[in-house]
């Protein structure tokens, strides 16, 4: 038996239209609220921030919502992907579960991330925006983004967090190959920034900072929009191609999932892998879903379901979801992805209904898992997806000592081929392991404090 059993699609069944899980939640989400006022937000606000047809999708409750022709042909690039079913991994572990991958590492970007980055660069267009301006963490977004941008003829301004920046040059270098901008964040190009190295002049940087500055340039230069890789509705709403090609390949093989995995910073992969599902989770379904996380920063394990702000400043919206608390910086990790301190409100909302569970994982345990994929497949995930390969193997273990038949599903959102040093390290027996989230939450981020005037 080979290590891997492949189940492809043709390429005429890329979906036609996004799936909007709103309106089959329990419940809406809440209003998001302006920064100042505390009141909901109007679209006069939204349409500063974003292009007009995303804030439509943003608050739409239409199931459907029709892929652009052009988006789709795009997609053609390598969509669909492929299903797999990983027969070495379950035989290494002795369990009598299936266990599938849905593999978004054949984007030409390296993730899933590509899915939305062509809808969101596409509709920026149309409106004659001069730049998107974007976070990114370990650079899978801001590499996707650059990459569709290039592709559909507009520029983009991508502030990475300055420990990725540092520490993961390569994807640097392919966002700037794609002939966009990338800067350091925190960094010297905006008033947040300045204060934050002033303050603490070896500040890593997080997703929040990141977001913080690159909300600072879109109200300053009014051809700007602000562009994102996770949080918003819109973004798990373009993700969910993966979910729905998953649901047609496994219906192909005559399968039906009992565990859905994903990793989980914001939740953009895992809301566009999961979502298709619920409407049958809801229906009575027994599917699991499982959010796995990284312990420095465990975002729906140990967070607060409540207000809170999307970026380290304020100056976006507040937004009701589980957070960590908007001034936190979780400690630089190899999963840059992960390091932000709110998930998505639809995922917030999804687990504070109930529809979805989540377990937190160090680092080390994680790159273990990658490693052991990697030596039985040939196929390195990123640290982020490696996250999801610890908690598939953790379920596994728990099917095998319940002698239980499972499928278990998770997305592949990722490869690892621009993390080498990481793991290069953890070869090397050199990776640490970051401090317990309580040490890192209880020190909390001494230059905001310091900005704050505490």
């Known amino acids: 038996m080979t290590s891997l059993e492949r189940y492809d699609l043709p390429v005429s069944a890329i979906p036609k239209r996004w799936y909007n899980v709103l309106p089959d939640l329990p419940r809406g989400l809440d209003d998001y609220l302006h920064p100042v006022t505390r009141e909901p937000v109007d679209q006069e606000f939204m349409e500063r921030l974003l292009p007009k047809a995303l804030v439509a999708q943003e608050t739409s409750t239409d199931r459907w919502i029709t892929i652009p022709e052009e988006v789709r042909a795009a997609y053609r690039l390598w969509r669909p992907t492929p299903l797999f079913r990983a027969t070495a991994l379950e035989r290494h572990l002795d369990t009598p579960a299936e266990i599938y991958f849905k593999y978004e590492g054949s984007s030409p970007s390296g993730s899933h991330k590509l899915n939305s980055a062509l809808a969101q660069a596409y509709y920026a267009r149309l409106e004659g925006v001069d730049r998107l301006v974007t976070d990114t963490g370990a650079g899978q977004w801001g590499s996707a983004l650059s990459l569709a941008c290039s592709l559909f003829g507009i520029k983009a301004l991508v502030y990475m967090v300055r420990a990725s920046f540092q520490g993961k040059p390569y994807r640097r270098h392919l966002m700037e190959t794609f002939g966009q901008q990338v800067l350091p964040s925190p960094g010297p190009h905006t008033d947040f920034g300045s204060a934050l190295l002033a303050a603490a002049p070896d500040h890593p940087g997080s997703e929040a900072t990141a977001v913080s500055e690159a909300l600072e340039t879109v109200r300053r230069n009014p051809g700007d929009r602000f562009s994102m890789g996770a949080f918003a509705n819109h973004v798990l709403l373009h993700q969910t191609v993966i979910g729905l090609e998953t649901r047609e390949q496994l219906e192909e093989i005559g399968k039906q999932p009992d565990f859905l995995v994903a990793s989980v910073g914001c939740g953009s992969n895992l809301g566009g892998f999961a979502f298709p599902f619920v409407g049958d989770k809801l229906a009575g379904a027994q599917i699991g879903i499982l959010a796995a996380e990284p312990a420095a920063c465990p975002t729906l394990t140990a967070g607060e379901y409540r207000y809170d702000f999307a970026d380290a400043s304020g100056l976006g919206p507040l937004t009701r979801t589980y957070t960590l608390g908007h ?128």
């Open 327 to 454: 001034e936190f910086v979780p400690p630089p990790i190899h999963a840059g992805g992960l390091r932000y301190h709110g998930a998505a409100p639809l995922v917030g909302l999804a687990r504070h209904e109930d529809l979805l569970d989540a377990r937190a994982y160090t680092q080390k345990e994680v790159f273990e898992a990658g490693t052991l994929f990697a030596r039985l497949h040939g196929l390195l995930p990123a640290p982020e997806t490696a996250h999801a390969v610890r908690a598939t193997i953790e379920l596994a273990e728990d099917c095998r000592r319940q002698r239980r038949r499972a499928v278990i599903v998770f997305c592949y959102s990722g490869h690892g081929l621009l993390d080498l040093g990481a793991y290069g390290s953890y070869n090397a027996g050199e990776m640490a392991e970051p401090e317990p989230y309580e040490c890192t939450l209880a020190a909390g981020d001494p230059a905001l404090a310091h900005l704050a005037g505490r």
